[in-house]
Every structure is written in C-alpha cells, then in structure tokens.
C-alpha cells in the first residue's frame, strides 16, 4: 500500500543550526502539508503547497521555515535557525485532492526534531 | 478559529470491552476525519464523515457524525490490545475552498488491557 515516508525518524540539531526534514509523498497525489505536534500537545498545520507554491501557510510558518519541492519525488521543510522551541514531531501528509474539500490527507511517520 | 474537544483524555478498558470517544467541534463540521496515533508514529487514517447523520463501519470500529454536524463518536466493539493507541478526530477548518488545513483535537490516549 502507498504511503508517504519521512526521514530522518530522529534528528537532534544545535539551536540555531539549519535542519532539513525530508519526505517522499504519495506518487500521485498532488498537494503536500507539513503539521507539528510539540509534545503534549495538538497536531498543528505549518503549511500546503500545490504545483510548486505555497498554498496556504499558518502564523508558526514565519521566515525561518521554508518548503521546497526539488524534484518529482521529494518534499522537504527547512528550518533555517533551529530555536529551542521548534522541538516537536514534523509530519507531512500529501492528499490527492486539495484539502478542505473533505478529501483525505494521509500522514507519514513523522520526524522527531529536537533542539538542544 | 474552530476548536475540537475530545473526551474523554484517556481511557483503560479491559479487552472485549466497548468504548466510545467524543469530539465536540465549536462550529459545523464540513469533514470529520478520524486518525490513530501509536506513540511517537505517524497518524493513521480511519474514516472520513461528510453529512450530518453519516455512520461509516470498518473491522470494529464505527464513526458517526451527528444531524447537527458539531459532534463525532467514535465507538470500539469487543476491544483488543492492537486497538491501543491515540485516537485524533480532525476538522476542515472552513468549508469548502477556503482553508485546506486540518484543525486537530488534542487526542484520545486508549489503553487496552489483556
């Protein structure tokens, strides 16, 4: 069965160091998110992005957090200055249809950020 | 912004056991989606609910989405340890082309006891 995968499972990174978060989304499926879920916590939405542009973003997806699609099978968030606060599990999902539209996303395992 | 309540936070029941979980939204539901989280994993997919009354069934597991559309169940039949985890509902923030974002409730953490 098709399933979006990230990597890594586990990153532990500097404050104030980069990080990239990759994943691989569903093959053809069209739209991609990125959510967070800070420990204890909700699952909170980052951003969606569609035919190579952001789409929609929330007010956590400040400056410092930026999507990129490389080629035709990644999906990655960079983290440009890591704060310890940006500690949490990253997920992306991709959906084939755009979200709100009662379509379902589907979720990869997650990456576990942490900022010492 | 809407806001999803899950009742109840946690919940231990014996195997074989039924059980019901709650998400209370504070506006209309246009999509109701129910994931399950294993500890420190990724969100599972369960069932998406669109029409108020709707009721979608998979293994033993069944959701429902009240007339009104501001309130899911999810309910367990005869509960089994690999039926642990988080329960998460989900909500389309806004109808229709308006948001794309899934708003979240803070989860349901159900122990299966052997």
């Known amino acids: 069965e098709p399933e979006v995968t990230q990597t890594p499972s586990h990153q532990v990174t500097q404050m104030g160091q980069e990080v990239i978060l990759r994943c691989v989304p569903i093959s053809n499926h069209l739209y991609f998110y990125w959510y967070r879920q800070i420990l204890g916590q909700k699952v909170e939405f980052l951003v969606s992005f569609y035919n190579n542009e952001i789409s929609e973003k929330s007010e956590i997806f400040d400056d410092q957090f930026s999507v990129e699609r490389p080629d035709g099978s990644n999906f990655t968030l960079k983290i440009r200055s890591t704060k310890l606060e940006d500690s949490a599990m990253y997920f992306c999902?991709?959906?084939?249809?755009?979200?709100?539209?009662?379509?379902?996303?589907?979720f990869g395992q997650g990456t576990r950020l942490t900022v010492v | 912004s809407q806001e999803l309540e899950q009742s109840p936070q946690s919940l231990i029941v014996q195997e074989g056991k039924n059980l019901t979980i709650n998400c209370t939204s504070s506006k209309t539901l246009y999509g109701l989606y129910w994931y399950k989280q294993k500890y420190g994993e990724g969100l599972i997919f369960l069932m998406m609910?669109?029409?108020?009354?709707e009721e979608k069934s998979h293994e033993k597991i069944t959701a429902k989405l009240d007339e009104k559309k501001q309130q899911s169940s999810l309910h367990i039949t005869a509960s089994q340890p690999s039926h642990a985890g988080i329960y998460l509902c989900?909500?389309?923030?806004?109808?229709?082309?308006?948001?794309?974002?899934?708003?979240f409730g803070k989860g349901t953490k159900l122990t299966v006891n052997p």
């Open positions: 999902a991709s959906s084939e249809a755009r979200g709100g539209l009662n379509t379902e996303a589907f």
């Open positions: 989900g909500a389309d923030e806004l109808r229709g082309r308006e948001s794309e974002k899934l708003v």
């Open positions: 609910l669109q029409k108020g009354g």
